[in-house]
């Protein structure tokens, strides 16, 4: 009788610390280092490079977090959706992602890359990514099987990157002090400096619909903006810490920032 006792508490007491577990890893934060947002049109979702959590989170509008993905990644940053494909900036490797399967289906790899960190698509389909560690910019042709390096001694920490269709350019910003914005053609990659700043620490930039472009600065704690007339600097969004990869959304005309150090993404309303 004494042993089905002793039984009967024992299974009690396994039951209730399954139960406190899985109370537990509800609760769990499920941001860890977020960087970079990208819209899933498919899964009508956002979803999140979580850099320190080796992995990547979805988000749906309505701001309810869900598991993606998190296995295969190393120190993933950069991500974008192109071509219903989802492409990650991995360290020292660009992991192709199948959006609907939620799984690894290729891997560009990049020898020599030593923190991949931003990345972007031209209008024809060529990757530009930026390597943080290695002071330089990578070019991607995964068509024709091609690669160049472009190096110069205007990239020092190039960290965000956006495609200015227009113009037929990619936009750099670094993070260093009083980081240029820099211009790369993507017609012959000749880099230049598009506009001096008085500004550190830059890691995202984003342009939204209407031509205006979005900048986070880690030293000055904020997102300044260049106006259409890009004659001047607008501090628009003050006291945002540490903000990273920034999004624009169109559909309802917002800034999707991850705050790294907080594991906190929100949402910006612009005019």
Known sequence: MKAKTLYLILILLVLVAAIITLILLSRKDPLNGPESIAFDAVGNR?????TLG????????????SPFLDEGLEEPRGIVIHSGKLYVADKNAIKIVDPEKAAIIDTLKIPGAVMLNDIAFTKTGIIYTTDTGGDCVYVIDPMANKMQKLTSPLLKKPN????DMPRDQMFVVCF??????LSI???D???SIFKDTIYDYLDGIAIDDLGRIYITSWGQDMIFEIPQEQNRYLPTFKGIKDAADIFYYLPA???IVPL???NQIIRLQLE
């Open 176 to 181: 260093k002090e009083k980081s240029p914005i």
């Open 189 to 191: 990659n000749r880099i």
């Open 185 to 187: 053609s993507t017609l």
């Open 54 to 65: 080796k992995s990547i989170v979805a988000l749906s509008l309505d701001e309810q977090y």
């Open 160 to 163: 965000g990157i956006v495609y």
């Open 253 to 255: 005309n917002q800034l």
């Open 260 to 262: 790294f150090s907080d």
């Open 46 to 50: 956002f979803l999140i490079s979580n």
